[in-house]
């Protein structure tokens, strides 16, 4: 299978936070998810897939090729949008275009005509006259307008409404349905994951805790629920983001730890929003 990214014992040390070795692809044709909590180093990965800042170790190919030496032809191949919209205030939709189009030798303003139409923005409306979704549809416009194989998209769906992040979710679906299109997802909504990615890879304080299929996360883990005296000390050991009180204790447990559970234990499928959480919280960590 071939991968839109390969990045393999990547490194990057600052005063305060490092990247650890962290290794994960995004096979073509597939969306993945990038989530953690904030520092865990999402925002710092994605700036060395872009080379904007170097990297201390480590490997990134795009479509096979280094993400440095080769970087000018990977980045026709790429686009990028973030929670920030980056065009000039006073621009109208119109002008976006005609600023951008330069940029890249494959740009269609046919497609760009047609996303602009099927996404009902008004073409001699400011772009400060946007509302937040309507920014995002425009930045989404301009992305896709080249063809581009890969879509990093960094908390694009922060601040939208529940309409417009599934106006989103149905876009970017579409996008990759030809199977030659990936889309790397950073984002703390995870529900949006739920409903889209292919793959998660969950990176925490500059490591990765899990890269592989969302459905093999959601099965990998459990909820588990008890009362006061349930909670063992051999138990307390092994549950991740363990909260106690005076009803009882909850926590993530890998389901390979559910054959010892006593009947009295309640299990549930966890959300990734909840196993992001515990993990956040360490092993053996209560409130």
């Not at 032809?73 to 330069?102: H, L, N, P």
């Not at 599934?166 to 030809?178: F, M, R, S, T």
Request: aromatic content about 8%; overall charge negative.
């Amino acid at each position: 299978m071939n991968n839109a990214i390969e990045i393999q014992k990547l490194c990057k040390s600052y005063k305060d936070f490092s990247l650890n070795n962290i290794s994960f692809s995004l096979p073509m044709g597939y969306i993945i998810g990038f989530v953690g909590q904030n520092g865990a180093g999402k925002t710092t990965t994605i700036r060395l897939i872009l080379n904007m800042i170097n990297r201390d170790g480590g490997e990134i190919k795009i479509f096979g090729l280094d993400n440095v030496q080769d970087e000018q032809k990977i980045k026709q191949d790429i686009a990028v949008v973030f929670d920030d919209i980056y065009f000039v205030d006073s621009w109208k939709v119109r002008e976006v275009e005609r600023a951008i189009r330069g940029l890249y030798s494959s740009w269609s303003s046919k497609l760009f005509n047609q996303y602009v139409n099927d996404f009902h923005l008004p073409m001699d409306k400011k772009v400060k006259e946007l509302s937040r979704g309507m920014k995002m549809k425009l930045m989404l416009a301009v992305a896709m307008s080249h063809e581009a194989k890969l879509l990093i998209l960094d908390e694009p769906t922060s601040g939208l409404d529940p309409v417009a992040r599934d106006e989103l979710l149905e876009i970017l679906g579409k996008y990759i349905a030809d199977g030659e299109k990936s889309i790397l997802f950073s984002t703390h909504i995870t529900s949006d994951l739920e409903k889209i990615a292919d793959y998660i890879t969950l990176i925490d304080h500059g490591s990765i805790f899990y890269c592989g299929t969302k459905d093999d996360l959601l099965e990998s883990y459990c909820i588990v629920r008890g009362g006061p005296h349930d909670l063992t000390d051999l138990l307390k050991k092994k549950i991740i983001g363990l909260t106690t009180n005076i009803a009882g204790f909850a926590g993530l447990l890998p389901t390979s730890e559910m054959k010892h559970l006593p009947s009295e234990i309640v299990t549930e499928t966890p959300s990734i929003d909840e196993i992001l959480v515990s993990i956040s919280k360490g092993v053996g960590n209560h409130e």
